[in-house]
């Protein structure tokens, strides 16, 4: 079991940063991936930046550029900087870690970008 908690959301304008934190407890040593999805009002929840194991990092076209993803040296913190906000980037952003193909979630820090 791993237990995933967010912080970090809030309201900023366009063009603005945010940067958002998950901390991470439990199996993390079990952690294959780990990342960060976003879901607005009506619409699915999608990818929004990918951390493998080794490091490796996958971004959708929407977010490349802008958005980076990094963990800390004990890979218990996952981080999501998030440069040059647009108001469509308005949504819940959950954390999510995979071990095998059991996926955790958090339970979500709302960002709100203004025009």
């Known amino acids: 079991q791993v237990q995933l908690v967010e912080s970090g959301g809030g309201l900023v304008q366009a063009g603005g940063s945010l940067r958002l934190s998950c901390a991470a407890s439990?199996?993390?040593?079990?952690?294959?991936?780990m990342a960060w999805y976003r879901q607005a009002p009506g619409k699915e929840r999608d990818l929004v930046a990918l951390?493998?194991?080794?490091?490796?990092?996958n971004y959708p076209d929407s977010v490349k550029g802008r958005f980076t993803i990094s963990t800390n040296n004990a890979k218990n913190m996952v981080y999501l900087q998030m440069n040059s906000l647009k108001p469509e980037d308005t949504a819940v952003y959950y954390c999510?870690?995979?071990?095998?193909?059991?996926?955790?979630w958090g339970q979500g820090t709302q960002v709100t970008v203004s025009s």
């Open positions: 951390i493998g194991s080794g490091g490796r990092t």
């Open positions: 999510n870690a995979l071990i095998v193909r059991t996926p955790f």
């Open positions: 439990g199996s993390i040593s079990r952690i294959n991936v």
